[in-house]
DNA sequence: GTTGTCATAGACCATGTGGTCTATATCCGT
DNA sequence: ACGGATATAGACCACATGGTCTATGACAAC
């Protein structure tokens, strides 16, 4: 007969907040399937501590005067030894949700949230899953949303999008443009005169009404051109 | 004395399958709040009904045959008619999840979730609110995390980047390339001469390890340069 | 104080690039 | 059959761009 003994999952926080990082401790001490392997209230030591014990994973507070969260999610996983983190904040900021979670937070949950939830988080989290409440993935998509709003916008009205009056022929030649290859190669690759090229490149720099080959690119990119690549500010 | 009378929601069906369809509208006749005010069997004749009877929400089956869902839920934002769309689905794919979401569908639903769950996400979504499931919401950030790594990755890693043998003034040089500025420009922009511009934008070939100015924009684009954005396939 | 890096800048030259104009063949729609 | 759009291409020109070499002052490192 095998006995199985759950080993519990070793948990590290990081806040600023002494009493709130006791008061977590002892929740999840008395919840008796964690092992609080220390706590930080700082990136810092926070760092020097995960390569110390290496928990399973890190509850760590976004809002902290010294480093910010996000850069600490960012150090955490230049470790590269699969420490989860779930990002603890007391606000639903849109912005700061969907940083987090961009540069790899696998959850994130609010301070003032259940401790049943906050349980259930880590445990989501332990088990592989990502975790956000309902109420954060819904403030993350509008966010998520507006971000591509103007963006798609554009390269969805076929009016405005000057990308649209190009010819098929116009569009291969751009397309050869956006990889920095000059007349010479366009003409080989495309097996037509250098000549021709160049109207063609000319007759593109009409249509979207630009000067070199630097703004034809640069247009061709910010306006959904190519690969269909759409940009996110970070 | 004022009384309010809740006015039933509209509520219009686009599935190519008419037992599914049907079913759906017995449900939220029966449910009472919504007034069903269509069913179509695809897109184009969804489009139509739309336009004719302005539903507060539409519910469209991603999975079809003749007209894709996602091409759907564009068309219908095109009409800018504050309908909302909330996608419905056999399969959580997470790529089709994500790109609905990101083309502005409300929610998503799966069509093995209970009624009351779909009955839910009407109402949240009806609310104002974006609604995705925390099944899938979880495949949505993994996909939506994945899409991210490798180039979060690639400008982390500040080995390999070459941008980061850079010099300050040079760095300055190649943001204003990256705007289709002539050396001419450059040097009116930074007060030095056009020479002093050319010897910098030759450095950074070097160090790029390019030939021309286009190629150093795409380089400096594509590894994070300037306002930092991350692609992310369409 | 010498070495190195960086920002500055001039000279010279070859070639790539962009602007304009003209011209032909093809294909499509009517 | 004709006009319009498209792809092709030549000629000519001005100038922007890129390559190379040299040089100087500032500043930091050691």
């Given at each position: ?10 948990v590290l926080l990081i806040d600023d907040n002494y009493e709130h990082l006791v008061g977590i401790r002892e929740l999840l001490n008395i919840e008796?399937?964690f092992d609080v392997v220390g706590i930080a209230t700082n990136?810092?030591v926070g760092?020097?501590l ?8 890190v509850l760590l507070d976004?809002?902290m ?23 603890l904040?007391g ?20 301070k003032?949230?259940?401790s049943?939830?906050l ?116």
């Amino acid at each position: 007969m095998r006995r199985e003994f759950k080993k519990k999952s070793k948990v590290l926080l990081i806040d600023d907040n002494y009493e709130h990082l006791v008061g977590i401790r002892e929740l999840l001490n008395i919840e008796g399937t964690f092992d609080v392997v220390g706590i930080a209230t700082n990136v810092s030591v926070g760092l020097n501590l995960i390569k110390k014990y290496q928990p399973d994973i890190v509850l760590l507070d976004m809002n902290m005067p010294d480093k910010d969260g996000l850069q600490g999610i960012i150090e955490i996983s230049k470790l590269n030894m699969d420490t989860k983190v779930l990002a603890l904040s007391g606000y639903d900021d849109a912005d700061l949700i969907f940083r987090a979670m961009k540069i790899g937070a696998k959850g994130y949950v609010l301070k003032t949230m259940a401790s049943a939830q906050l349980i259930y988080a880590i445990e989501e989290v332990l088990n592989g899953k990502i975790y956000l409440p309902l109420a954060l993935s819904s403030r993350f998509f509008e966010y998520f949303q507006q971000s591509f709003r103007e963006e798609t916008a554009k390269q969805e009205s076929d009016e405005e999008n000057l990308l649209s009056y190009l010819t098929q022929r116009e569009e291969e030649v751009l397309e050869l443009l956006t990889q920095g290859i000059t007349y010479k190669g366009v003409a080989n690759k495309l097996f037509i005169s250098e000549t021709t090229v160049k109207t063609h490149v000319n007759n593109i720099f009409q249509k979207l009404q630009v000067n070199d080959r630097t703004q034809a690119v640069l247009y061709a990119i910010n306006n959904g051109f190519l690969t269909k690549k759409v940009k996110i500010a970070v």
